[in-house]
């Protein structure tokens, strides 16, 4: 089954304590991408990646890493986490970097940070 | 810059209601247009999507008509269920790279 995975689905952590997010794609999509997702705001590009070893800053990047080693997994990294990054996290992939191939989404990620 | 403005909820329907989500953009060049939805717990899904002018996405009984002329992208379903309870996103993509620009989302509650 073609899926995005993320994990954890949920935490609670505390400031300053570093924290990874994982995802992994099964199926071999060259394009993924993180989200966060706030009330109002509805979901926003954190960082993306058109293939292993290249990434780039979506529109709020700030307070987060990536890393592309291999094709199928895209960890999102907080080093320092702080409470304004309390949100729900989504990833995401897609097949090449077309506009018009839909993009798959895990189920999310909600993070609280105390 | 890119941006999608949609209706503000919830919104509250009795099941079989005619349902329209009114969803507006602005955007550089050429954008393709997207309805995603979110059920309870889930992820996104992609609902229909609309490439070009006058294309009209539709899946599932939804429809949304690309109106370039208005720029606007609105989601209506004849006949609601209980089971379209969820969370609905309007999006767009321009200029490649797949990064879609939401809109805030609009929940959707369907009573019997």
């Known amino acids: 089954e073609a899926q995005v995975t993320q994990n954890p689905r949920y935490l609670i952590t505390v400031t300053g304590k570093k924290l990874t997010v994982t995802c992994s794609q099964n199926?071999?999509?060259?394009?993924m991408s993180w989200y966060r997702q706030d009330p109002g705001l509805g979901l926003r590009q954190i960082y993306y990646s058109m293939n292993v070893e290249v990434t780039d800053k979506g529109d709020v990047p700030e307070g987060y890493k990536v890393s592309r080693k291999e094709k199928r997994n895209f960890p999102l990294i907080l080093e320092s986490p702080s409470p304004n990054q309390t949100s729900l996290y989504f990833c995401a992939s897609s097949d090449g970097s077309y506009s018009n191939q839909p993009q798959h989404f895990g189920d999310g990620t909600r993070l609280s940070i105390l | 810059g890119n941006s999608v403005t949609q209706m503000e909820g919830p919104v509250t329907l009795s099941e079989e209601a005619f349902l329209t989500i009114n969803c507006t953009y602005t955007?550089?060049?050429?954008?393709?247009l997207f309805w995603y939805v979110q059920y309870p717990g889930e992820g996104l899904q992609l609902l229909l999507k609309?490439?070009?002018?006058?294309d009209k996405g539709s899946n599932k009984g939804f429809e949304a008509t690309y109106r370039k002329e208005t720029t606007s992208f609105h989601l209506e379903k004849g006949s609601v269920q209980v089971s379209d309870s969820a969370v609905y996103f309007c999006a767009l993509i321009s200029g490649g790279y797949n990064k879609l620009i939401f809109g805030a989302g609009t929940r959707l509650a369907v009573h019997p």
């Open positions: 955007a550089t060049g050429y954008p393709s």
């Open positions: 609309a490439t070009k002018a006058d």
């Open positions: 199926m071999n999509h060259e394009y």
